[in-house]
């Protein structure tokens, strides 16, 4: 299972979290975040995908800090188009599909072989980083062939959740690449609390 650790943006947190041995780490390129990355921490990880969040950005600004920050991967969290999808491939892309109910779901076919992952969060007024969580059973009516991240509000009690989604009625488990934790692991906004988020790790390995 892929785990991704998001919002990062201090440099001693970003080392501790990526020597846990995850697989993504995201930093948010929105300004109207509260975990926005304002300027280039002091260290960025090595050993695991950086991952560059953005909301609605101007294309060329999107390449221009994805060379800045040699990032792996692009997560397009707007409203962006399939065109606009279109002209950044070359780059690896996750699309964010805001989710309340199982009409949600439908929205990733206008974005099916445009990307390489979907990540399915919770529908709120901000974007993303709500702690909410939507109801998961939904995810039963994705029939889609790109593999997906789990999103929104998950939380350091929610392993035995997730274990448990291996034989949960119509969910597409065998889709289900991996997960996407934020919020619910952090002393403050941008930093995480590594103690936390080790333990949880451990315990879904169980």
Not at 17 to 36: H, N, P, Q, T
Not at 43 to 61: A, N, Q
Not at 104 to 133: H, M, N, R
Not at 150 to 179: H, K, M, Q, T, Y
Request: hydrophobic share 40%.
């Amino acid at each position: 299972m892929i785990i991704k650790v998001c919002g990062m943006r201090e440099a001693e947190n970003i080392r501790e979290v990526e020597a846990l041995g995850i697989d993504l780490m995201g930093f948010i390129f929105w300004e109207k975040s509260s975990r926005y990355i304002s300027k280039r921490p002091a260290y960025l990880p090595t050993k695991c995908k950086r991952v560059g969040v953005f909301v609605d950005e101007d294309i060329e600004s999107v390449k221009r800090i994805a060379d800045d920050y040699a990032l792996d991967y692009i997560q397009l969290h707007g409203h962006e188009s399939s065109d606009y999808c279109a002209q950044l491939q070359g780059l690896h892309l996750i699309k964010a599909i805001s989710v309340s109910s199982r009409n949600d779901i439908a929205t990733y076919k206008t974005y099916e072989g445009l990307v390489e992952y979907f990540l399915f969060d919770t529908k709120c007024p901000s974007v993303g980083g709500s702690g909410q969580q939507f109801d998961w059973s939904v995810l039963s009516a994705y029939d889609g062939s790109t593999p997906f991240l789990l999103s929104g509000g998950i939380g350091p009690d929610d392993a035995e959740r997730l274990r448990a989604l291996r034989v949960l009625d119509g969910f597409p488990v065998e889709r289900c690449a991996g997960i996407d934790l934020n919020s619910r692991f952090e002393l403050a906004p941008g930093l995480k609390d590594v103690i936390k988020l080790q333990a949880f790790i451990k315990e879904l390995s169980i």
